[in-house]
C-alpha cells in the first residue's frame, strides 16, 4: 500500500452543484419579485446545467489531478515510478523539455516544476501549489532507494 504525500484533484465534483443553486436562484428571484415562478422551466435549467457540467469536471479531474505517493508521480494519465525521480532540486528547465500527463504545455492557472529523471532528462510537472509539490517530490527523492 502507498501512502499519498500531496494531492491535487483539478476540480471538486461539487461543480455540478452550480447548476441546481442558480435555477433556485433565479425562482427565488421570481419569487421575490412577484411574477410567476416557472418551476419547471427552472428544474430544466437545473438539470440542464447539471448535465453540461458533469463531463468537464470528469475532464478536469482526469487530466488535471496529480498525486504524489510512496511509490509514484502521478500527473494526469501519466504516471513516473518514484525510483525514475532523481532530483527536484537546483534542476533548470531547458527549452522544449517534457510536460508530464501528456499536454504540449503546462495547464493554465499552474505553475510548473523542473523535475530531473534517473536518466538525465529533466521534465516538467506542474501544480497550482509548486512549493507543495516539490516538497513532496523532495521527500520522495530522498525516501526511495536508488539503484547502484
Known sequence: MSDRLYAESGVSWGAVLWGPVF???GAL???????PVHVVGWLLVGAGLCVITAPWVY???????L????????????QVPADQLASVTDVGAPVGARV???????PRKYD????ELADGTVVLAWAKDVEALRDALDRLVRATPKEA
Do not use: C, H, N
Request: proline share 2%; hydrophobic share 40%; no cysteine.
Open 29 to 35: 428571484f421570481e419569487l421575490v419579485t412577484g411574477g
Open 100 to 106: 508530464l500527463g501528456g499536454g504540449w504545455s503546462v
Open 23 to 25: 435555477a433556485v436562484a
Open 112 to 115: 510548473s516544476l523542473p523535475v
Open 59 to 65: 475532464a478536469r479531474r482526469r487530466f488535471l489531478s
Open 67 to 78: 498525486e504524489v505517493t510512496t511509490k509514484q508521480l502521478r500527473q494526469g494519465r501519466e
